[in-house]
């Protein structure tokens, strides 16, 4: 009788200690996942404007350039704009675009300064507007950006010969393919000028826009540049390497030959070394240069992180160092 009495009492026991386990690790695992929502709310302190790269766009027929990113990136909780710069211009004048449009953003949300992120030739664009506006830019971002210049603006400009027929040929063409770009995206309006747009992005025309505005920028190429310069903002990058990730995507097929005029690894249009800028996050990524956008519709290489995720990560590097 004593037995029975004895292990009824120490099943008792058992049951009170096994329901307290229960409770704590389910109470563990409520925190656990309540941790990562909190922080995946939080977004960063300064909104985040988007800017596109020669031929971009805002979004055409619900399909933005930046695909599914911005939808990304305010599910974080990060206030996000797309620019409206135009598709073919100038580092210069895409620039002064941004950076009106920066001043409106400002007015709208009331915050003091944006974080900029710019593929391809926005990389160029985002960093003339943190150059000559530093007060309203926290941080510039540049993801596959021509900031040494591309070899295959090195070869279309050589095959263009300056003030020629064939000069004015090209830029009425291309001209008419970025107008319509920019009305089916909504950007009526905006000036272009694709040779000028093609003269910034060469090497030569990036090495003369670095003298100008020389924030982030390497003191050699293939270097590491500051993360933050001596205008207080701060400054990343990183791109990819690999022209061909996915079979089913068309671009990568383009993009796999336009690679050949490169002599180092590539995305397909600019080199990893020539887009370093500030902190170079990584240069090697297994992407092509539409890949760094989430493009074509997300087709992108099974064996790599997911674009979505790097921009993620991104915006929490940001909002840690409080930006």
Not at 130 to 142: F, I, L
Not at 160 to 186: F, R, V
Not at 226 to 234: F, S
């Amino acid at each position: 009788m004593m037995k029975t009495s004895v292990l009824k009492i120490l099943i008792k026991v058992s049951q009170v200690k096994s329901a307290t386990l229960s409770a704590l690790f389910l109470a563990g695992i409520s925190l656990l996942s309540l941790a990562p929502q909190q922080a995946y709310a939080q977004g960063t302190k300064y909104p985040v404007v988007l800017v596109h790269g020669l031929f971009g766009f805002d979004d055409i027929w619900g399909v933005d350039y930046f695909y599914r990113i911005p939808q990304t990136l305010r599910q974080q909780g990060a206030q996000v704009f797309v620019a409206s710069v135009s598709p073919a211009n100038s580092s210069e004048v895409r620039g002064e675009q941004l950076r009106t449009f920066v001043q409106a953003v400002l007015a709208q949300t009331g915050a003091k300064k944006v974080n900029l992120i710019g593929h391809s030739h926005g990389g160029p664009t985002i960093r003339y507007v943190a150059s000559v506006s530093p007060e309203m830019v926290a941080s510039v971002t540049s993801i596959g950006g021509v900031n040494w210049g591309s070899r295959v603006a090195d070869l279309a400009r050589g095959i263009i010969p300056a003030n020629s027929n064939t000069e004015y040929l090209a830029q009425q063409g291309i001209n008419l393919l970025a107008g319509i770009i920019s009305g089916i995206s909504g950007n009526n309006g905006l000036p272009t000028d694709s040779i000028a747009a093609l003269t910034s992005l060469t090497t030569r025309g990036s090495i003369a826009f670095n003298q100008a505005y020389p924030e982030g920028i390497p003191s050699q190429y293939c270097g590491q540049g500051q993360q933050r310069a001596n205008n207080g903002v701060y400054y990343f990058s990183w791109s990819g390497t690999s022209p061909l990730t996915h079979v089913v995507d068309p671009s990568d097929y383009p993009l796999s030959l336009t690679s050949l005029v490169f002599g180092e690894p590539n995305d397909g249009l600019v080199s990893g070394c020539s887009s370093h800028l500030g902190k170079v996050i990584k240069d090697n990524y297994k992407m092509n240069h539409l890949d760094e956008v989430n493009q074509t519709l997300g087709l992108v290489s099974w064996f790599e992180t997911n674009p979505e995720t790097l921009y993620r990560q991104h915006l929490n590097r940001l909002q840690q160092l409080g930006l």
